[in-house]
């Protein structure tokens, strides 16, 4: 019995399948016809429209069906002969029908008001007795069935005739950005767009494109989207300041939904990223920070028509450098790195980028390392450089504190053989990329920027004609050992998120301002100057956790959710690592002619005694290699240099004997 009962279902079911499969196989057909084929196709639509359009309305006009064909055949036959090229000519058979918008029904509007009035004229000229009036009800009639024909076919061409399967979606922005989304959607198969949010009041309770918008505000609004199955909202506001981005965000952060965003506009308008690309939502977009349009004289002023060198090209800092160089007119830009394979692909992508915006402009890709001073006075001996960015570091805290030596070689040592190299050879400018964490540091990392800090601070007082300055700042989003990536891949894998401290806090900026500033700065150098920028307001680690973890549509898992989804454990401090960061030393700070730039005056020590410590230090590294007496005389160099854990296992795994006494076998 129970097999009988099923049956008739089954077959139903199939026949839907079936039914379905025809259609989309139709649909596939009508798709894939030649153009040519298919303004025929709508031609002989219109063929057929026309007159039956006039019919309609001479029907309409008499309350009874028009019959009097022998009299008005020349007026059927007149119209339509005149009114088709009309529409050719307004490019009414041009128009993809899966992607006819608003602009296309206008275009139809008025070629149907032209055949309208082509009507009123043989109507006049001929002398038919037909009502003048007639004209007008054709014009109305046309409207219905020519432009309907084009609504039919968009809907049936684009796979919205019969319900769309697919997960459901909410869009936040019924604008034009919102509307276009939607289009993009139901051409696929995967979303189905079942609601709008806007905070737009004379929207709310309305429809566009034929979903109804809601209100963001309305205290039901969770129920509303859950009765309609909706587990993903797509933020569709690419024109949206960063302000009333994180205010939107905040408001969907309760909602359980996942959130994703479109592109911004500035993306979309450059071609770096299309409308229906959707990404997840970026630390950026929670900062609410705008950035500050770049002044281009300052941009133009160390790069324009000047042979440039990046050091540490290949890194997250040092590419953007190059990138934003590109385009501001430099004769040459030299781009040095110790890695094969970053210094390969910066290379393939800054070359396609000089040909559309750059084409005279010489690049030089250079593998080097700035610890190597043969490779370095080949460099500048061999290339006339007239300004450098020094921002080749090792800048990973926990991986330095491990490998203290190579930290200090590279960040302090290599510093000094570059600036030295640099003023020897007539470099113009040479602008360092330094961190808050040269501020107290309480790791190597920090300290021997801060030493390096020191260096050019001291080469100032030299005689010479560069001018060195060093740019501080905090983290960057999207650099190589980013938090954000990281908690988005753990969320991904079910968790937990790690967070090293339930307190830390770090300032954040995004790369592109960044090195924006960087290059401003380095333009408004005087001579030794330390800028610092303004990085907004300090980011809670562990509220950025919570951020993350909400907006994928999950919960934390905690002791009063302990159904959540995501857990956050605390790991502990890392070797080396500080609560919170700090970007000067004193409190002798002055503004710049750039609001987010400041210029501090920091302590310093004359080059006679700098040197004769840092030689003791590079002593040590090239025999003993006495990691804590090298951090003793670290100590009595850097200002506040307070290592948070005393006895750290990295530094005394790292002694080893004296150079003389290891034997290579």
């Given at each position: 019995?129970?097999?009988?009962?099923?049956a008739?279902?089954?077959?139903?079911?199939?026949?839907?399948?079936?039914?379905?499969?025809?259609?989309?196989?139709?649909?596939?057909?009508?798709?894939?016809?030649?153009?040519?084929?298919?303004?025929?196709?709508?031609?002989?639509?219109?063929?057929?429209?026309?007159?039956?359009?006039?019919?309609?309305?001479?029907?309409?006009r008499?309350?009874?069906?028009?019959?009097?064909f022998?009299?008005?055949?020349?007026?059927?036959?007149?119209?339509?002969?005149?009114?088709?090229?009309?529409?050719?000519?307004?490019?009414?058979?041009?128009?993809?029908?899966?992607?006819?918008?608003?602009?296309?029904?206008?275009?139809?509007?008025?070629?149907?008001?032209?055949?309208?009035?082509?009507?009123?004229?043989?109507?006049?000229?001929?002398?038919?007795?037909?009502?003048?009036?007639?004209?007008?009800?054709?014009?109305?009639?046309?409207l219905?069935?020519?432009?309907?024909?084009?609504?039919?076919?968009?809907?049936?061409?684009?796979?919205?005739?019969?319900?769309?399967?697919?997960?459901?979606?909410?869009?936040?922005?019924?604008?034009?950005s919102?509307?276009?989304?939607?289009?993009?959607?139901?051409?696929?198969p995967?979303?189905k767009?079942?609601?709008?949010?806007?905070?737009?009041?004379?929207?709310?309770?309305?429809?566009?494109?034929?979903?109804?918008?809601?209100?963001?505000?309305?205290?039901?609004?969770?129920?509303?989207?859950?009765?309609?199955?909706?587990?993903?909202?797509?933020?569709?506001?690419?024109?949206?300041?960063?302000?009333?981005?994180?205010?939107?965000?905040?408001?969907?952060?309760?909602?359980?939904?996942?959130?994703?965003?479109?592109?911004?506009?500035?993306?979309?308008?450059?071609?770096?990223?299309?409308?229906?690309?959707?990404?997840?939502?970026?630390?950026?977009?929670?900062?609410?920070?705008?950035?500050?349009?770049?002044?281009?004289?300052?941009?133009?002023?160390?790069?324009?028509?000047?042979?440039?060198?990046?050091?540490?090209?290949?890194?997250?800092?040092?590419?953007?450098?190059?990138?934003?160089?590109?385009?501001?007119?430099?004769?040459?830009?030299?781009?040095?790195?110790?890695?094969?394979?970053?210094?390969?692909?910066?290379?393939?992508?800054?070359?396609?980028?000089?040909?559309?915006?750059?084409?005279?402009?010489?690049?030089?890709?250079?593998?080097?390392?700035?610890?190597?001073?043969?490779?370095?006075?080949?460099?500048?001996?061999?290339?006339?450089v007239?300004t450098?960015?020094?921002?080749?570091?090792?800048?990973?805290?926990?991986?330095?504190?491990?490998?203290?030596?190579?930290?200090?070689?590279?960040?302090?040592?290599?510093?000094?053989?570059?600036?030295?190299?640099?003023r020897?050879h007539?470099?113009?400018?040479?602008?360092?990329?330094?961190?808050?964490?040269?501020?107290?540091?309480?790791?190597?990392?920090?300290?021997?920027?801060?030493?390096?800090?020191?260096?050019?601070?001291?080469?100032?007082?030299?005689?010479g004609?560069?001018?060195?300055?060093?740019?501080?700042?905090?983290?960057?989003?999207?650099?190589?050992?980013?938090?954000?990536?990281?908690?988005?891949?753990?969320?991904?894998?079910?968790?937990?998120?790690?967070?090293?401290?339930?307190?830390?806090?770090?300032?954040?900026?995004?790369?592109?301002?960044?090195?924006?500033?960087?290059?401003?700065?380095?333009?408004?150098?005087?001579?030794?100057?330390?800028?610092?920028?303004?990085?907004?307001?300090?980011?809670?680690?562990?509220?950025?956790?919570?951020?993350?973890?909400?907006?994928?549509?999950?919960?934390?898992?905690?002791?009063?959710?302990?159904?959540?989804?995501?857990?956050?454990?605390?790991?502990?401090?890392?070797?080396?690592?500080?609560?919170?960061?700090?970007?000067?030393?004193?409190?002798?700070?002055?503004?710049?002619?750039?609001?987010?730039?400041?210029?501090?005056?920091?302590?310093m020590?004359?080059?006679?005694?700098?040197?004769?410590?840092l030689?003791?230090?590079?002593?040590?590294?090239?025999?003993?290699?006495?990691?804590?007496?090298?951090?003793?005389?670290?100590?009595?160099?850097?200002?506040?240099?307070?290592?948070?854990?005393?006895?750290?296992?990295?530094?005394?795994?790292?002694?080893?004997?004296?150079?003389?006494?290891?034997?290579?076998?």
């Amino acid at each position: 019995m129970r097999s009988l009962r099923r049956a008739p279902n089954d077959d139903s079911g199939r026949d839907e399948v079936r039914g379905g499969a025809m259609v989309h196989s139709f649909r596939e057909y009508l798709t894939d016809l030649s153009p040519f084929i298919k303004r025929l196709v709508m031609i002989a639509l219109d063929v057929v429209l026309i007159p039956l359009s006039l019919w309609l309305s001479l029907s309409l006009r008499y309350g009874e069906l028009f019959t009097r064909f022998h009299e008005t055949a020349l007026v059927f036959a007149g119209l339509t002969i005149f009114t088709i090229p009309v529409f050719v000519k307004l490019g009414l058979y041009r128009a993809i029908m899966r992607y006819v918008g608003w602009l296309a029904f206008e275009q139809i509007a008025f070629g149907i008001l032209l055949s309208s009035g082509i009507l009123l004229a043989i109507i006049l000229m001929s002398g038919v007795a037909l009502p003048r009036s007639a004209f007008i009800l054709y014009g109305l009639v046309a409207l219905v069935t020519i432009g309907g024909s084009r609504l039919v076919v968009r809907r049936f061409l684009s796979g919205t005739w019969l319900a769309k399967k697919g997960k459901a979606v909410a869009i936040y922005g019924a604008g034009g950005s919102g509307r276009q989304l939607v289009s993009s959607l139901r051409a696929g198969p995967d979303f189905k767009p079942v609601a709008f949010l806007d905070d737009n009041p004379r929207l709310h309770r309305r429809q566009v494109e034929g979903i109804d918008v809601l209100n963001p505000s309305d205290p039901q609004l969770v129920e509303k989207l859950q009765s309609r199955g909706v587990k993903k909202i797509f933020l569709s506001i690419p024109s949206a300041t960063y302000k009333q981005r994180r205010r939107i965000l905040e408001r969907l952060e309760s909602f359980p939904c996942h959130v994703l965003t479109v592109p911004g506009l500035q993306e979309i308008v450059s071609g770096k990223a299309r409308l229906e690309q959707l990404r997840e939502i970026q630390l950026e977009d929670l900062l609410g920070r705008e950035p500050v349009p770049p002044n281009p004289r300052l941009m133009d002023q160390c790069i324009r028509d000047q042979s440039v060198l990046v050091t540490g090209a290949a890194g997250s800092i040092g590419s953007e450098l190059c990138r934003q160089i590109i385009g501001r007119g430099a004769r040459e830009l030299i781009l040095l790195d110790h890695s094969e394979y970053g210094l390969y692909q910066l290379e393939a992508e800054l070359q396609e980028r000089i040909v559309n915006e750059q084409p005279e402009l010489t690049l030089v890709p250079l593998l080097g390392s700035v610890t190597d001073a043969i490779r370095l006075e080949a460099v500048f001996s061999t290339y006339k450089v007239d300004t450098v960015y020094h921002a080749a570091a090792y800048k990973h805290v926990p991986l330095v504190e491990h490998n203290p030596l190579e930290g200090l070689n590279t960040n302090t040592f290599g510093t000094w053989r570059t600036a030295d190299c640099a003023r020897r050879h007539g470099v113009k400018n040479f602008v360092l990329i330094s961190t808050d964490k040269a501020v107290r540091p309480t790791n190597v990392m920090g300290a021997s920027k801060r030493m390096a800090e020191m260096i050019l601070q001291a080469m100032q007082q030299e005689p010479g004609n560069t001018v060195f300055s060093m740019v501080r700042f905090g983290n960057v989003l999207g650099s190589s050992g980013s938090v954000v990536p990281l908690f988005r891949q753990q969320i991904e894998s079910g968790g937990p998120v790690t967070v090293t401290h339930r307190d830390v806090k770090r300032y954040f900026m995004t790369i592109p301002e960044a090195v924006q500033l960087v290059i401003q700065a380095g333009a408004m150098a005087k001579g030794g100057d330390v800028f610092v920028l303004d990085m907004g307001d300090a980011v809670s680690i562990f509220d950025l956790a919570k951020h993350m973890i909400r907006l994928s549509g999950l919960e934390v898992c905690d002791a009063q959710n302990p159904d959540g989804d995501i857990e956050i454990i605390f790991s502990g401090l890392r070797s080396g690592e500080k609560l919170f960061e700090e970007l000067l030393i004193g409190n002798d700070v002055s503004g710049t002619e750039h609001p987010k730039i400041m210029r501090a005056v920091e302590e310093m020590l004359p080059m006679s005694e700098l040197e004769a410590q840092l030689n003791n230090i590079q002593s040590l590294m090239k025999t003993t290699a006495d990691v804590v007496k090298i951090r003793g005389l670290i100590a009595g160099l850097v200002s506040g240099y307070s290592p948070t854990v005393p006895g750290d296992e990295a530094w005394k795994k790292a002694n080893v004997q004296p150079e003389q006494d290891i034997i290579l076998h």
